[in-house]
Structure formats: C-alpha cells, structure tokens
C-alpha cells in the first residue's frame, strides 16, 4: 500500500523544514522515500494549501493507573455533562476533567496526538497502568515509573549503598514495570508524609531517613546518566503549590549537578511570595534558570479556568491543597510502601486571584523560555487542565492580541501581578511543531516520532489552514496513524492500536536476590508477581506491540 | 491428560486479600491446595477441584449440545441478545479479560452492566462521591500500623488471612518490634484472631452495627473537643470513646478498617462517610487511614474495568448508545422486580453457588461447570475458572495491586472471554 500526500505545507523541525511544500510518500505506516515515477500509487490526498506536520506528542498526560480510574469513579457530575454516543466505530463514555481510556483515545486522535505518556506509573500498580493504556485506542503509549518515596531505594540510599547498586535497582525497576523513563515526585516527601512530615525542602532530612530531596534527585538523575536511559529523570520538585517553590525550583536544578534533568509543570513550581497576597510570579527567575542551563527542560502544566480534578501521586501537597477541594471531596492514599497518591477536584476561577495569576505564570514560563526544544505544552492533564483545552493553549501562545484579551478579563490584581500585557511575543508554527512534536520525540528518545523524513513512523497530522490556531488545531483534516488514516475532520474514522514504548537497560541481575529477601520479608505481593514479563505486558495492553528504544549505558 | 503436578506461589481469586503464595498439587486430575490456604480457599478450589466431563457441555433448553458444539449454544445466546430490546449483563464475575469482552459486548447490545454486590459497591462509592477519604494499602498496614480499629468487621469472615498475613507478621521496615494494638468496634463475631501472638488481648467495644453511625458521630465531637451531654453512646461509655479517640490521636500509624459488606443495613453510606471524616480529622495531626475491605466475587475487578472504560463506575446502562450511572435504579434487583429488562446474561466463572437470581426473562448463563439451578437457564455454557482453568488477572481489596492468575490445569472449558468475544462476532 502506497500513499501519496500532495504539496503539503510542511513543517517538520526535525529536518530543518519549516513550511516547506513537498510530497509525502507513505508504505507500510512508514514514510518512504519518493518512489520510482512507475510505482503505482493506492491512495493520493491532495494536500494542496493544508498545513502538515507530524502526529503530536504528549509527554506528560495523567491517562492511566490507580489514581486517574479513582478520579473518574469520584466525578459522575462532571462525566454526565460530556457523554460521547457509540457510534458504528467508536463506544458510548463518558470525557471532560476525568475522561475514561475510550475517551481518551479518540480525543487525543481527533486533535492529532499520537503519542501519549503517563507521567505516573506506581510500579506496584504497573499492572493497572498497563491495562488501562492497552485500553486507550490507537495513540502510543509509555509511563514513567515512579521512584525516590519507595522503601527499598530509601533504605539504599541511606545504607550509603554504591550508586552502581542503585543504578541496577533503578533499571531492574524499568524492566520490571516496563517503563520508558522514571519520574520522582516530591523527592522523599511522599514517604516522609507517612511519617507525619508536612512539609520537606530540597535541602531538609527526611525524619526517618534522614535523607534530603537534594540527596535523592543527585541520586537518581546519576543513575538514569550512568544507565543511558534516553528521558533524563522526570522531576515533579518539592514544594508544589507553595508561595516560594520557586526558591525550591531553582535549587532542585541545581541538584542535578549539571546532569540532564526535566522538571514537569513547572508553573505549579513557579510561585514567589510578595505583593498583598504574598503570592506573586517566580516565572522570570525560572525562566532565566531555564534558558542558562541547557541541561534543564521543562513542561509548563498550564492551568485553564474551569472545572477539573487534579490526580498526583503527591499526597503530601494532595492533603496540604485538599481544603481548596471544589467540589468538596478529596482522596488521598499511602500506597505499598511505594507511593501514595491524591485526587482533589478544582475549579480554576479567573475571577480568583490566586488563579488568575496561576494561568499568566504560566503563560509567562511560556513565553519567556528562549528554546522551544526545551519547553513542552502540557497542562499536566487533567491537573491543570483536560488535554481537550490544548488548541485554545495554542492559540494564546500564537496570537497576542487574543492573549492581551483574556488578560484583561482576569482578576484586576492579578493582572497587576503579571508581566504577561507587556510580552510581545508569538509562537510560530515552526516553534508550536517543536514544542509539540519534534522536541518530546527527542527527549524520549523516539527515533521514529515527531518527525516526518524517511524511516519515519507515518504519524502524520494534516490541518486547514486557519488564522484561527483554535480552530485549526482543534480539527485536523487527517490524522494517519502508521500510515493508516484514523480521523477524519476531528472525527475517528478507523479504531487502531498503538504501540507501548519501554526501555530495558542493561544491569546486574544480582540485584534480584536482594530484592526478592525484601519482598518476602515486607511486600505483600511476591516479587515474581510484581514483574512484568514482557508477554503479560502484551495481554495487559490488549496486544499492544512493545517497541523497546536502545539506551547507550555509560561507564560510571 | 493432567500429571502430578505441585505448584508454589499461586494466586487465590477467592477474596479480595488475593493472596499469592498458595501451594497447590494436582493429582490425578484432582486439584487441591497443600500450603497457605484458608477455609475459603479450600473450600472453592476441592468445589472446583475436578471437572466431570459430563458437566462440561453446553446445554441448550436443557439439553446437552452434542461433542464440538459450543458454536451451536452460542449461536442461541446470540439469537437471544439480538431479540432483547434491553438486556441486562449481570454476575460479572470473572477476570479482566473477562470483563473487558462484557464491556464490549453491553457496548454493542446497548446492554445494562451490573454486579450482584453493587449496593454494597455503591455504599463506599457514594462516600467517595461526596466527600471522598484517606485510605491505605496492605503492605503499609503490614509495615506500619501500630493500631488498628476494626469497625462492624471481625475482617476474618469474608477475608480469613487478614490477621495472619497483614497483622501477625514477623518483620516490619521501621522498627525491631512492632506493638501493635487491636479494637474491635461493632457487633463482631470472631474476635479471637485480634489476639497477638504474645497474648495481647484486644479491647472489644460490643455495639449494634446500625448504632456504629451515632459511635462515629460521638467520636467526631470527641475528636474535635465538642461537649456531649450523654454518658453513654449506643451502650458505649463515653469514657470508652474517649479512650479510643485518645489512641488514635496518640498512635503513630492508626487504620480504621471496615468492610463494606458487614455494614449491611440502611443508610450504612452514611456511617462510612462518618468514620471517613473522622479519619480526615485526625489527620490534622497525626496519620491515621481508612482500610476499606472488599473484591470478593471479583466485584471491584468488575468495577474497576468498567471505570476505566466507560467513565462511571457500576452499575451502569449503556442503553441507546449512552452511558448512564444510576446506582438506585441499575440494580439486578431491581431491574427484575420492576420488569425493565428482558434477558438475562449472568456470568459467575468462580463459584458454582453464585447462580442467577430467579427471574421468568429468556437468560444466558455463563457459569462454573456443575453449576446447578432451579431453573434452567435457556443457555447454559460451562466457563473456565480463572486462576485454575487459564492465567488472567484480579484486582485487590486496594484496588492498586493487579494480581496474576495462573493456569493449573488444562481442559477444554472456554474462557469467558473466548465465548462473550465469539458471540459479539455473530451480533
């Protein structure tokens, strides 16, 4: 099967392609080099005046596991105001804030994402995560396994054991959760939590362990170096919410002594302390930070006013927020000596102060970030916001009179607080290619994503051009995912199955034995079932293929 | 066909601890566990120890279809479905594998899914609806708990290892010993497991279960230092109460354990939301969880899937195409009584005494070989059971840990998953 697209405009960062009107050639759900003039063509699409760049990635969407299924049993209210109908190709659901994997699946491939990635991933519950992702149609998928509030890897760390052994943990974990890349959150202070801590700085000890954040971040951002895992470790940083994280922010950046590090939604990170309020914008320090330090990258987590629900595996900062809950219901959980997590609902007003300045932090980090390879668009789905608002996110990155418009329309001290009114700046199509697609594929290490040039996965996004980047995003013309058209004018045409994408470092085995002593001595699951082997991964992903990206290990 | 065989390490689907260290032989085609089992397990795997191969045919109006001819009983439950203006798929007893084929399957039949413990379900998901909990898992309970309350659960009955394997264990992370206290708090039949090792007796605070809500309520005002004029408390003093609140807010790691199904009377919502906020209460100032008890019956399994999939929880209809959550009016009971379905497809694939409830409706079962009923059912298809008959997956109590389940015998029962998959294809 041999697809031809036509005269497309084409923007694809990766090859240096910025509008540039070309031929796509597409066999086998790859792109293909232009085919000898005698080949016959199956299938042409006249792309003529459309705009084209390659299928979407998210690197940091809540979509499955644990915590993002409670949210969804937590908030019938909220699904009953977004039922999606079955139709002869797709099932009836339920979307908005919590929307479940069905929905998930369809609303990411009707904007153009093709890829998506838990942020995550309790190795405990893997399983669920799994299963959950095997059941979110036709996108790819991989998680982040979480470690630092884990039992084992504590007791590791403050054994002083060789970074060698932890680094053999932290790939053994990889294997064994079948994950693309490890993500810690609040370094030590969801464990510290179970102590009865409330509050832990990068450079405070954990009571009990007497182990700073600091200590855990240099730890485990040596370990995913040393391993050659592709993604850097995925930091969700202490102190989320808190006037002044920004201190902290700057701090954790620091901790990784240079190494690559990425620090997820950062805008929940961002806050400063002054004004009337004592809450104020950190976005200018954090973006300066950013732009000095090549080896930081960042995704914003923008917040959107409107109902949502956040899910986190921070239960501290869970339980420290849950007051704000709206509605009023909240969960939190210490999990398996592994994790913990928490679901509260929010409603951002743009009429709060507190939440008004939240949105123009956000938009500030945006804006004042210089490289659009290190800075991704993500609103934290569903933290900040449903991945569904990503098109008006775009449109306030592209378009500044609409920006200044909506400014003017938030809270009036809020607006004084902000340095947003006087940002200039644009986004280009070029640069929302590379925040979007191109860049992530880099920092995941997806050879075969984000980008369009020959050996490339055809995940391939054709728009209408519109001056609206609202509406153009919110609709593409085509989706085709693998080469195979699956949307259709924002509607699915062709149910697909994605692909699950994992890494596997090499490592010691002989960490196992150590493991499998604990596990008999304080788990509650054996160790042989905490695995995951690789055929269990495919039933629990419905028969996802697993596509496993080589790591390039490092002597240490 | 079938060797001697021993296995170790195998995982119980029996209840919602799903225990995984079970040791099980099978001799002779017989299957039996030699190690780590409990009443309960014992008692479902010798139900389900051997299979007659008389009991392994399909049986369509009650006759046996003949060799080969599972298609033949299928093609009947197919017919059925497609002349069903509302059908209602109930049981769900099964896997997720299992489960996920149902899904699809209701998706396609414009089907109502529910499970035959979805009032109990619903009592813990209308907390969690409004207003929500602080819980924790096995292991940490194992690890940490220096107190735990049992209220209105003795935990033992529908969970026999609890004591054993979360309470009475050796070794724990945080320190050499752990001194662990024990409060039952309820009308709770078996007390004696709450006895340590070293002979520690529990302290009992008998009370009526319906009365465990005005003890949650006293214990609030209590906790948050409201007077209460009353010396006693549903026959409780409220010197005894006041102990009690003393513990928790002076214990390190205190668990509140409750079993949803041993709350069994009206409004019972309201007494779990109470013990739920007052679990949020202490936490002002010390750690204290909730432990929720459940998955028998592979109900939260059910539950879990259709969550994920769908959007709202059980029980809910997917009639005309939209899904809706109505946890009053989706009940099997109900449905029945009320006469607002017309086929029944039930689906118990662990015990053989889970039948259908008895209705006049055309229905379809999916049921353990054996499975014997006072009326027959139109359709009747011999599942496998999971966990014995083929590998496939269950949720626990906690909700967070997705077991295993292994192969430990081979024979020529379907899964569900196999028959509800063919069906859907001739629909």
């Known amino acids: 099967m041999l697809i031809k697209l036509v005269g497309g405009k084409v923007y694809d960062p990766a090859n240096n392609e910025n509008g540039v009107i070309r031929d796509i050639f597409v066999q086998d759900g790859c792109i293909v080099s232009r085919p000898h003039d005698h080949s016959r063509i199956d299938e042409t699409y006249d792309l003529n005046g459309k705009i084209v760049m390659a299928g979407a990635i998210d690197l940091h969407t809540h979509i499955g596991g644990g915590k993002v299924n409670i949210a969804r049993a937590m908030l019938p209210e909220d699904h009953r105001q977004d039922i999606l109908e079955r139709s002869n190709l797709t099932r009836s659901c339920c979307g908005r804030a919590a929307p479940s994997t069905l929905a998930t699946g369809y609303r990411y491939t009707e904007m153009g994402y093709t890829a998506c990635f838990e942020p995550a991933v309790l190795p405990i519950n893997a399983r669920q995560a799994h299963m959950e992702m095997g059941d979110t149609p036709i996108v790819d998928k991989g998680g982040y396994a979480l470690l630092g509030n884990d039992d084992f890897f504590l007791r590791m760390m403050a054994a002083n054991e060789d970074q060698q052994l932890i680094n053999d943990y932290v790939a053994w974990t990889l294997h064994a959760a079948k994950c693309i890349g490890i993500k810690v959150v609040n370094p030590g202070g969801i464990s510290a939590f179970k102590f009865n801590q409330r509050k832990l700085d ?56 240079g190494l690559p590090i990425h620090i997820t939604h950062i805008q929940f990170h961002s806050y400063g302390t002054e004004g009337d309020y004592k809450f104020s914008s950190g976005a200018a320090r954090i973006a300066e930070a950013i732009n000095k330090n090549s080896n930081v990258s960042v995704d914003v987590g923008q917040i959107m006013f409107g109902q949502t629900v956040t899910a986190s595996g921070d239960n501290m900062s869970q339980h420290r927020n849950a007051h704000h809950a709206n509605p009023k219901k909240w969960v939190v959980m210490d999990i398996e000596c592994d994790a913990g997590c928490g679901v509260v609902p929010f409603k951002y007003r743009d009429k709060n102060f507190v939440n008004a300045l939240q949105w123009a932090i956000g938009l500030e980090i945006f804006l004042l970030v210089q490289d659009p390879w290190r800075i991704f668009l993500t609103t ?18 592209m378009d500044k009179s609409f920006r200044k418009s909506v400014l003017s329309t938030i809270h009036a001290d809020a607006i004084k607080m902000t340095t947003l009114g006087s940002i200039e700046r644009e986004y280009s199509l070029y640069e929302i290619a590379i925040m979007t697609r191109a860049a992530p594929a880099k920092i995941l290490g997806l050879s075969g994503h984000g980008h369009i040039g020959v050996g490339a996965n055809a995940d391939i996004v054709v728009y209408h051009t519109n001056d609206d980047p609202e509406i153009m995003f919110a609709k593409p013309l085509y989706v085709f995912k693998r080469g195979e058209l699956v949307a259709k004018d924002g509607a699915i045409v062709k149910i697909t199955l994605g692909d699950i994408h994992i890494v596997k470092p090499e490592f010691d085995g002989a960490i196992e034995k150590r493991l499998r002593a604990y596990f008999e001595r304080y788990h509650t699951v054996n160790l042989d079932n905490f695995k995951i082997s690789d055929d269990e991964l495919s039933e629990c992903g419905n028969g996802s293929r697993m596509t496993i990206h080589p790591c390039n290990k490092r002597p240490s | ?114 499970h035959p413990n979805s009032a109990a379900l619903t009592r813990n998901l209308s907390v969690l609806q409004n207003s929500g909990w602080i819980t924790t898992t096995f292991s940490e309970v194992k690890n940490r708990a220096d107190l735990i309350v049992l209220v209105g659960t003795d935990a033992v009955t529908r969970f026999p290892r609890f004591f054993e394997r979360l309470v009475w264990n050796k070794d724990h992370l945080f320190s050499e010993e752990l001194k662990r206290e024990i409060v039952y708090l309820g009308d709770i039949k078996n007390t004696q497991p709450g006895v340590a090792p070293n002979g520690r007796q529990p302290l009992v605070i008998p009370c009526n279960q319906e009365k465990l809500g005005e003890i949650m309520g ?135 005494q889970r039948t259908p409830p008895a209705t006049k409706i055309p229905s379809i079962v999916l049921g353990c070989a054996g499975m014997q009923f006072e009326n027959e059912p139109d359709v009747f298809i011999p599942v496998a059971t999971p966990g014995l008959d083929h590998s496939g997956h269950i949720f626990r109590s906690d909700t967070v840990v997705a077991l295993p389940l292994r192969q430990l015998r081979t024979n020529s029962l379907p899964a569900v998953a196999h028959v509800i998959g063919a069906l859907q294809k001739l629909l």
């Open chain 1, 202 to 257: 990068v450079d405070e000890e954990h009571s009990y362990y007497r182990l700073t954040p600091r200590q855990i971040l240099k730890t485990l951002t040596r370990a995913l170096h040393d391993l050659g895992v592709p993604h850097p470790l995925h930091v969700h940083a202490s102190n989320l919410g808190v006037p002044g994280s920004d201190d902290s922010t700057l701090i954790t950046m620091g901790a990784a002594e």
């Open chain 1, 380 to 397: 934290d789905h569903p933290n900040g916001a449903p991945f569904t608002s990503y098109p008006h996110l775009i449109k306030l990155l």
């Open chain 2, 1 to 114: 066909m079938n060797k001697l065989a021993s296995r170790n390490n195998i995982t119980c689907p029996f209840c919602g601890l799903v225990c995984d260290d079970l040791s099980t032989s099978l001799i002779n085609e017989k299957l039996e566990v030699t190690a780590n089992g409990c009443s309960l397990s014992k008692l479902a795997f010798a139900q389900l120890s051997s299979v007659n191969a008389s009991d392994l045919r399909p049986r369509v109006s009650g006759k046996p279809v003949g060799d080969n001819e599972l298609g033949h009983a299928i093609a009947e439950a197919a017919g059925l479905l497609r002349g069903s203006a509302q059908p209602l798929f109930s049981g769900l007893m099964t896997d997720v594998s299992g489960m996920r084929a149902i899904t699809s399957l209701a998706d396609r039949c414009g089907a109502i899914l529910d």
């Open chain 2, 218 to 352: 006293a214990l609030r005002c209590i906790a948050t230092g409201k007077h209460i004029e009353a010396t006693e408390i549903a026959g409780v003093s409220i010197q005894v109460l006041e102990k009690l609140i003393s513990k928790l807010s002076n214990a390190r790691y205190g668990v509140i354990v409750w079993a949803v199904a041993d709350l069994d009377f009206p409004h019972a919502e309201l007494t779990i939301q109470s013990l739920c906020e007052l679990v949020k209460y202490l936490n002002k100032t010390t750690r204290t969880c909730g432990l929720p008890l459940g998955g028998n019956d592979s109900d939260l399994t059910a539950n879990q899937v259709t969550t994920w999939q769908i959007g709202f929880s059980l029980p809910v209809s997917l009639a005309n195409g939209r899904p809706s959550y109505d946890p009053h009016h989706f009940t099997t009971t109900s449905l029945l009584a009320q006469g607002a379905v017309d086929t029944l497809l039930w689906v118990s694939s662990y015990q053989a």
